[in-house]
């Protein structure tokens, strides 16, 4: 796969679709890498050129020393777009990917068309939350990732996906268990650290906002709070847990082609 060079590493990316099509750009959340957007794929790249990339300290991407912030997410993301020169495209970030979308949207909106933030939140849990996970993933190392990994099925899936699409859950949280701790860790710290709820006014792009009504982790009331902070963003609540892109995989991609579209 493709990387750029930036100064704090290696970013991994794809770029997909036919290249007289305009770009959507995908973002990972966190704890899974660019793969979580498969299903999406062959829908996305009839309409769009996707560019889609493991965000630092995932997947094939550089895990550089020390906490990470959304900023610094963000700014890898205008480096990605600088490397292929694209001077604009839409975005779509579901968890920690909605917190860099909103990061963009707020602070670099001019290189963007239409964003979709997907099960997140202008401010993601309490540092308590984040401590707690950050202290014990640095301390138990890969074990402690496959452990979060057991856990993480009943906050990404409902129970009936998870027991009637086993195999599709598995393949999503396996790729918890093969993060990097060090780089889990670092952006757990970028996720505790951002809270965008005083500035969400600055956002002036189209929005369409995704959540799942049994996400236990950013909850519709999550959704809700960007969209009444952001002028003209539209809601759109799934049957779906947190990974709505997966559990909800087809309503999700038709309502974003067609937000995307408009």
């Known amino acids: 796969m493709p990387v750029v060079h930036l100064a704090a590493g290696d970013l991994n990316y794809q770029l997909e679709g036919p290249a007289d099509a305009p770009v959507l750009l995908l973002s990972n959340s966190l704890g899974t890498d660019l793969g979580m957007w498969d299903t999406q794929m062959p829908a996305f790249t009839e309409h769009f050129r996707v560019l889609r990339y493991d965000t ?42 909605g917190l860099i979308g909103q990061w963009l949207g707020i602070n670099a909106g001019a290189r963007l068309d239409k964003l979709v933030l997907c099960n997140t939140a202008a401010k993601i849990a309490n540092d308590e939350v984040w401590n707690s996970r950050i202290d014990s993933v640095l301390r138990g190392g890969q074990q402690a990732m496959r452990d979060l990994r057991d856990a993480s099925i009943a906050r990404w899936f409902t129970p009936a996906f998870a027991a009637a699409e086993a195999e599709q859950a598995n393949r999503i949280t396996a790729m918890l268990a093969a993060t990097s701790a060090q780089g889990y860790a670092g952006n757990c710290a970028a996720v505790r650290d951002a809270d965008f709820r005083q500035q969400l006014a600055a ?13 236990p982790v950013t909850t519709p009331a999550d959704g809700r709070f960007l969209q009444q902070h952001i002028a003209g963003a539209q809601l759109l609540e799934l049957h779906a847990a947190h990974l ?11 309502a974003v082609v067609d937000f995307l579209r408009q």
Request: proline share 2%; net charge negative; charged share 15%.
């Open 244 to 254: 709505s892109n997966v559990e909800a995989g087809a309503v999700f991609t038709r």
């Open 56 to 97: 630092r300290g995932h997947g094939q991407s550089q895990v550089s020393a020390g906490f990470y912030s959304i900023e610094q997410l963000g700014r890898d993301v205008l480096a990605l777009l600088d490397h292929l020169d694209i001077r604009q495209a839409s975005f779509c970030g579901l968890s920690m990917g």
């Open 203 to 215: 956002i002036e792009l189209p929005t369409l906002i995704v959540c799942g009504a049994a996400d």
